[in-house]
């Protein structure tokens, strides 16, 4: 039972290099998030998606794109990594809130450092 | 729109005290609230959440909390810490609407227990 499931764990990136966080479920989830943890400030969501081919921007979503070709993955793209970029990222997946299971599972993070 | 604030970024208990940790929310439809738990270098965890069917709401390793709709609050108590109930807590609201189930967190709160 792989739950969500993000790689990498780490990663170090030159400013202006690009890279994706990669992020798959295995639980036929429909929604999933990426969100970005900084210190005093929670988790702040980037981009979300209701399902296979959509997405939307959520409240920090400049310099990332996403993309949703199948309900198990949804990965996250830096265009041009930029020291604000430095962070832990979280994906999320988790069923619509219509129906009443409406835990979010998250994966175990990959920390970034962008130098 | 949605919003929560955490009342105290760090707190810090004796092992056996109660522990309190504070939030309060705004959201202009009926809300959905949940604490998450976070690990040394984890993701969260679902501690419980409240989803209108009881009001005070029981979740793992003793928390519970209680939605009190009159102060906006959900605030998360547990009678005796523990040395392992050390870890960052989250609090969280979320709101039905077009875009499913978009989790809006507070800052956290860093729970230290001293032995």
């Known amino acids: 039972n792989a739950g969500v499931t993000q790689t990498p764990k780490f990663q170090v990136l030159k400013t202006g290099q690009s890279m994706t966080l990669q992020c798959a479920q295995d639980?036929?989830?429909?929604?999933m998030s990426w969100y970005r943890q900084d210190p005093g400030m929670g988790l702040r969501l980037i981009h979300y998606?209701?399902?296979?081919?959509?997405?939307d921007q959520g409240e920090v979503p400049n310099g990332y794109n996403v993309s949703r070709s199948t309900t198990e993955d949804f990965p996250l793209r830096l265009l041009s990594a930029a020291p604000s970029q430095t962070s832990v990222y979280f994906c999320?997946?988790?069923?619509?809130?219509?129906?009443?299971?409406?835990?979010?599972?998250f994966g175990q993070g990959t920390r970034l450092t962008v130098v | 729109a949605q919003s929560v604030t955490q009342l105290g970024s760090h707190v810090s208990v004796s092992e056996g005290a109660l522990v309190l940790l504070r939030c309060n929310y705004s959201s202009s439809v009926p809300p959905y609230l949940f604490w998450y738990v976070q690990y040394p270098n984890q993701g969260l965890q679902l501690l419980l959440k409240?989803?209108?069917?009881?009001?005070l709401v029981k979740g793992i390793n003793g928390f519970e909390a209680e939605f009190k709709k009159s102060e906006t609050s959900f605030h998360l108590t547990k009678p005796s810490a523990h040395m392992s109930d050390a870890a960052e807590y989250f609090c969280?609201?979320?709101?039905?609407?077009?875009?499913?189930?978009?989790?809006?967190f507070g800052g956290g709160t860093r729970l230290m227990v001293k032995p």
């Open positions: 409240y989803t209108s069917a009881a009001t």
């Open positions: 999320a997946s988790s069923l619509l809130l219509e129906r009443m299971n409406t835990e979010a599972f």
């Open positions: 998606s209701v399902g296979a081919g959509i997405t």
């Open positions: 969280a609201v979320s709101a039905y609407n077009n875009a499913g189930n978009m989790l809006t």
């Open positions: 639980m036929n989830h429909e929604y």
